[in-house]
C-alpha cells in the first residue's frame, strides 16, 4: 500500500512538471499524505550527475507520456540544434535564399523531410492543394489541366534520388571561407520520391513531332521556369507529391514538384504547376543570369545540368571533432548524377596515400551513398579527406585541378575534395592545400 | 434468346481485355488515362506567360519607352535595385560592370552578362516586382524592360521597346555564351599511394579565425552582412 502511493505520488509530481496532464484530484489527496515519503525518495534517488549504473534513471522509474501526446511526432528535445541553418550575410533577405541541410548530425541516405535543404526564389507559398493545378500544352495533342486527385490517380513510382543545388561548395572556389560541414556542404539532400514518370504525363498528352524542350514552371511568385531537353524529361524524370512517404513538405513543393535525378536542384521545379512542350529552350533568367558558370576568359557555359561524382568525411568534421586518440570509423557520403557510385578513396595525409572505404547498402543510382573506413588516430596532425569515383570511371577532382580549368569565379558545381585539418586537441578545420 | 447468345462472346472479349488492360497499361500504352480535363484556349492563354529568349516568341501586344520605365522603376523597383540600377544593399545592380568578366571580381548584370534582351522582359512580367509579382501591365513591363537596357546604353533613349524590337536588340555578352556542358573537364587519375610528398603540402587557406561562418549548435544565428 505504502510503495504504491509512492509511485503515485512521483508519477504525480512528474505530471505536475507537464502543463497538458491534469492530475487526477484523488491522486492529489494521496499525494499530501505521502509528502514525507517523497522527500525521502528524492534524498536518496538518482541525481543528473550520478544517473547511470548501478543508478537508475527517472524515466525508468515513472510512466511515460501516453500515445497521440505528440499526434505529429517531434525528435527529442535535445536534438533541438539539429536544424537548417542559413548563412545570414549571404543573401539580401531569407525570401529568395538557401538554408543548409545539417549533415553532421545525419546518419543514412534519407534527410528527414524537416531537416531538407531549402532553396526559394520569391519565398515559400503556402499552395493549397485542392486550387493547385498542373497544366500542360505547348506541342501536343491534348492539352490538359490536372487536379491533384488526377495526378494521384496515374500509375505511382518511388525512387531514392539526391537533390544537391549547383551552388553548393560555391562560397570555397577562392578559399576556405566557412568552418562547418553544414554550410560547405548541406545544399545536398536525398529522399524517397513518389509520383508519376513525366514520360506517362508526356504520353498521355501525345508530343507532336517537332516536341524538343520542356519549360518547367513553378506556381510562387518567382514563377520559377526552366528549359529541359526532352530526352532527360522521357528517361527519367518524375512529378511528385510525396516525400519519404509523406505529402510533400511546403518546403519542398507541396503539392506537386518536378524531380530530375542527377541534375543540379534548380531545375526539380517546386509547386509545378505548368509544363509547355516546344521546340527550342527558353533561356529563363535562371538559365542564363543564373546558374551558367563564368570561366577565366571571359565566356560563359549555359545548361550545365549535370552533378558531377563529389563526396565528403561527414565525421570527424568541424562541428563534430575527435575525443583522444584511438580508433575511430571515419564516416561520410558521396553522390554523382552519372548513375552509381563505384568506389571512395579516404586520405588521412593530405592525398599522399589512399585507402578504399567501405560502400555501405544501398548503392543506389543518383542517391546519397554512404561510405566508411577504421582509422587508427595517433593523436597527431592528420588532413582528411574523400574521393568519389563514379560508375562511368570519372574521379570527383581536387579544387586545384578545377581552377585549372574553371577559374574562381563561377560559383556554380564546385564538386572538389574536401580537406578537413585534424589538430593534436582532436579540433577539425576547414582547409585548402597548395 | 439470340440476343442473349450473341452477349456471351461480347462478354468474353470485354474480359480478355480487362485482363490485357493490365499489363498493357504497364508497357506504356498509348491508349490515353483520359484523366483530367481538356485546357481550354483562355485557360491557357491565363498562364502561358513565358517569352523565349532568342526569338521572342510568346511576347504579348503592347510597348513601352524608356522614359515610362524610368516612372514605374522609380515607383516599383528603385528601392531594391536604386534609381540606376546600382543595387541597394544585397539586391542585385543592374547595370555596369562592363568588361568585368575577366575581372579578379567580376559584375554581371543585365548589361555585362545577360545574353538575351528578352529573357528581361519575361523574368520582370513572371517575377517582379518582388513582392508582388504579375501586377504590371504588359506596357509597364515592355516600358520597364526599355529603361533598364538603356541604363546600360545599348539601346538609345528613343528607344520604344514592343514584340517587334526587343527579341533584334542585341546584347553585348550574348557571344560569350556556349549552350553545350563540356564536362568532364577534369581527369583525375584514381592515384592510390606516394601521389604526392606529404612534406611539400601546405595549407594555403584555412576558415580558422575568418568570423564568417554562423554558429552550428543552438538558435540560429543571426550575423549581420559584412
Known sequence: ?434 | MSSSANLLPVMFAAALLAVNAVPALAAGAHKPFGYGTPATAEQIKGWDIDARGDDGKGLPPGKGDVNHGAEVFADQCASCHGTFGEGEGRYPKLAGGNGSLTADRPEPTVGSYWPFAVTLWDYINRAMPFPTPRTLSADDVYALTAYILNLNNIVPADFVADKESLPKVKMPNHDSFSWQDPRPDTTMKPCMTKCVDPSTLKIVSTAEGKDLTPRTTGPLDDMQPK
Not at chain 1, 227 to 246: H, T
Not at chain 1, 364 to 382: E, M, N, Q, V, Y
Open chain 1, 1 to 434: 500500500m505504502s510503495f504504491s502511493l509512492l509511485r503515485d505520488a512521483r508519477k504525480a509530481s512528474l505530471a505536475a512538471g507537464s502543463e497538458r496532464v491534469q492530475i487526477p484530484r484523488r491522486l492529489l489527496l494521496k499525494m499530501a499524505g505521502a509528502a514525507a515519503g517523497a522527500a525521502a525518495l528524492s534524498s536518496s534517488g538518482a541525481r543528473a550527475d550520478d544517473a547511470v549504473p548501478p543508478a537508475d534513471n527517472e524515466w525508468s522509474q515513472s510512466l511515460g507520456a501516453g500515445v497521440v501526446d505528440q499526434p505529429y511526432g517531434k525528435p527529442s528535445s535535445e536534438q533541438a540544434g539539429v536544424i537548417r541553418r542559413n548563412v545570414p550575410w549571404l543573401t539580401a533577405g531569407t525570401e529568395s535564399s538557401i538554408s543548409f541541410s545539417p549533415l553532421q548530425s545525419l546518419h543514412g541516405i534519407i534527410t528527414p523531410n524537416s531537416l531538407f535543404f531549402e532553396r526559394y526564389h520569391a519565398g515559400r507559398p503556402d499552395v493549397e492543394a485542392d486550387k493547385h493545378r498542373l497544366m500542360i500544352h505547348g506541342l501536343v495533342d491534348r492539352p490538359i489541366i490536372l487536379t491533384m486527385k488526377d495526378i494521384m490517380r496515374f500509375p505511382s513510382t518511388s525512387r531514392i534520388h539526391f537533390i544537391e543545388c549547383p551552388a553548393n561548395g560555391g562560397m570555397e572556389w577562392r578559399g576556405a571561407q566557412l568552418n562547418s560541414l553544414q554550410f560547405t556542404h548541406g545544399m545536398v539532400s536525398c529522399a524517397e520520391w513518389t509520383g508519376v514518370k513525366l514520360s506517362t504525363l508526356l504520353e498521355e498528352v501525345g508530343l507532336k513531332k517537332d516536341a524538343k524542350w520542356l519549360l518547367v514552371e513553378g506556381a510562387d511568385g518567382a514563377h520559377m521556369a526552366r528549359s529541359l531537353p526532352l530526352d532527360k524529361c522521357l528517361d527519367d524524370c518524375l512529378v511528385v507529391y510525396a516525400q519519404n512517404g509523406e505529402a510533400l513538405r511546403p518546403e519542398q513543393g507541396y503539392p506537386l514538384r518536378l524531380i530530375v535525378p542527377g541534375w543540379e536542384g534548380n531545375v526539380s521545379v517546386k509547386w509545378l504547376r505548368r509544363i509547355k512542350v516546344g521546340d527550342k529552350p527558353w533561356y529563363t533568367r535562371e538559365e542564363t543570369s543564373k546558374y551558367t558558370d563564368l570561366m577565366p576568359d571571359g565566356k560563359s557555359r549555359g545548361f550545365t545540368w549535370l552533378i558531377d561524382a563529389k563526396s565528403v568525411i561527414t565525421f570527424p568534421c568541424p562541428e563534430v571533432p575527435l575525443s583522444g586518440p584511438g580508433l575511430y570509423e571515419i564516416r561520410g557520403l558521396a553522390w554523382t548524377g552519372n548513375g552509381r557510385i563505384k568506389e571512395v578513396h579516404v586520405s588521412t595525409d593530405g592525398g599522399a596515400n589512399w585507402r578504399q572505404a567501405e560502400l555501405k547498402e544501398p548503392v543506389l543510382s543518383k542517391a546519397l551513398t554512404r561510405f566508411t573506413i577504421p582509422w587508427r588516430w595517433d593523436g597527431k596532425p592528420a588532413f582528411l579527406e574523400s574521393r568519389a569515383v563514379d560508375e562511368t570511371g570519372f574521379v570527383q577532382p581536387t579544387l586545384a585541378a578545377l581552377r585549372k580549368v574553371r577559374g574562381t569565379n563561377s560559383i556554380y558545381h564546385n564538386n572538389s575534395i574536401q580537406t578537413w585539418q585534424v589538430k593534436p586537441d582532436g579540433s577539425i578545420y576547414d582547409v585548402q592545400l597548395g
